[in-house]
């Protein structure tokens, strides 16, 4: 994990704020966050938790994938995965079933573009030996 970049989260933050033309009073209502501590965050002098910035994220109707990435805690290639599949999972127009089918039909066609599914590792990783040299073969 990444160490928390406070200053530029707190720089976007305070952007993503003025662009929904709030101020720092109504966010921190709407995140349910004091007043001071959301001005605090946002000069760079506190780290939120992960729960503080998708409470703040909501408020802004932003992901909270991008505020993590902001503050270092999620990485871009991780963000963009998990936005995919947030969208598939919040779309109120198809059910369940047919939810986990697209999410299954998205690990596929990862896999056959060579990127590992979510939480697997890369096929050299995946025989199971920690020692590289364990898989080549012997010359002996």
Same mark, same amino acid.
């Given at each position: 994990?990444?160490?928390?970049?406070?200053?530029?989260?707190?720089? &976007?933050? #305070?952007?993503?704020? #003025?662009?929904?033309?709030?101020?720092?009073?109504?966010?921190?209502?709407?995140?349910?966050?004091?007043?001071?501590?959301?001005?605090?965050?946002?000069?760079?002098?506190?780290?939120?938790? $992960?729960?503080?910035?998708?409470?703040?994220?909501? $408020?802004? #109707? =932003?992901? $909270?994938?991008?505020?993590?990435?902001?503050?270092? =805690?999620?990485?871009?290639?991780? #963000?963009?995965?998990a936005e995919v599949r947030s969208v598939i999972l919040a779309d109120p127009? =198809?059910?369940?079933?047919?939810?986990?089918?697209?999410?299954? =039909?998205?690990?596929? &066609?990862?896999?056959?573009?060579?990127?590992?599914?979510?939480?697997?590792?890369?096929?050299?990783?995946?025989?199971?030996?920690?020692?590289?040299?364990?898989?080549?073969?012997?010359?002996?």
């Amino acid at each position: 994990m990444a160490s928390l970049n406070v200053g530029n989260l707190g720089a &976007f933050l #305070r952007e993503q704020r #003025r662009t929904a033309q709030l101020s720092l009073r109504q966010l921190a209502d709407a995140a349910g966050v004091s007043n001071p501590y959301l001005s605090q965050i946002e000069r760079g002098l506190r780290k939120p938790s $992960a729960e503080i910035l998708q409470q703040l994220a909501k $408020a802004l #109707r =932003i992901s $909270a994938e991008t505020l993590y990435v902001q503050a270092g =805690i999620l990485d871009e290639r991780d #963000r963009d995965e998990a936005e995919v599949r947030s969208v598939i999972l919040a779309d109120p127009s =198809i059910n369940e079933r047919q939810k986990q089918v697209l999410l299954q =039909i998205y690990e596929s &066609f990862r896999k056959e573009n060579g990127h590992p599914a979510s939480g697997e590792q890369t096929p050299a990783d995946s025989d199971g030996s920690d020692d590289p040299d364990d898989r080549t073969p012997s010359s002996n």
